[in-house]
């Protein structure tokens, strides 16, 4: 509930964008962080995020979506070179 009047508070005397930015942040932030700790979350979210670009390519959104799938790789890499050297066997990517 005090979430919700916080946003409330925000959109009333901001406008609609800070509301749409801090929420898109807070949806944003968890992914960044499961994309690069997680690579198994990370190949999920990128087939996903790549079936729905198609949808939303339907709408004619002028957007750079290919460019956010692009920095998704880049955080995806990152995470795997960052087990890789947490992990030195490969375990990371068999599973374990």
Same mark, same amino acid.
Not at 33 to 40: E, F, I, T
Not at 41 to 66: H, Q, S, T
């Given at each position: 509930?005090?979430?919700? /009047? !916080?946003?409330? !508070?925000?959109?009333?005397?901001?406008g %609609?964008l800070?509301? *749409?930015? =801090? &929420? &898109?942040?807070? /949806?944003g &932030?968890?992914i960044?962080y499961? #994309? *690069?700790v997680?690579?198994? %979350?990370?190949? #999920?979210?990128y +087939?996903f #995020?790549a079936?729905?670009?198609?949808?939303?390519?339907?709408?004619? /959104?002028? %957007?750079? +979506?290919g460019?956010? @799938?692009?920095? @998704? =790789?880049? &955080?995806?890499? +990152?995470? +795997? !070179?960052?087990?890789?050297?947490?992990?030195k066997?490969?375990?990371? #990517?068999?599973?374990?």
């Amino acid at each position: 509930m005090t979430i919700s /009047i !916080f946003f409330s !508070f925000i959109i009333a005397h901001y406008g %609609f964008l800070p509301g *749409v930015i =801090i &929420l &898109l942040t807070l /949806i944003g &932030l968890p992914i960044i962080y499961g #994309l *690069v700790v997680y690579p198994k %979350f990370g190949i #999920l979210v990128y +087939l996903f #995020l790549a079936y729905v670009i198609m949808f939303v390519g339907k709408f004619e /959104i002028d %957007f750079p +979506l290919g460019t956010i @799938m692009d920095g @998704m =790789i880049v &955080l995806f890499f +990152l995470g +795997l !070179f960052i087990q890789k050297k947490r992990k030195k066997n490969g375990a990371f #990517l068999k599973g374990q």
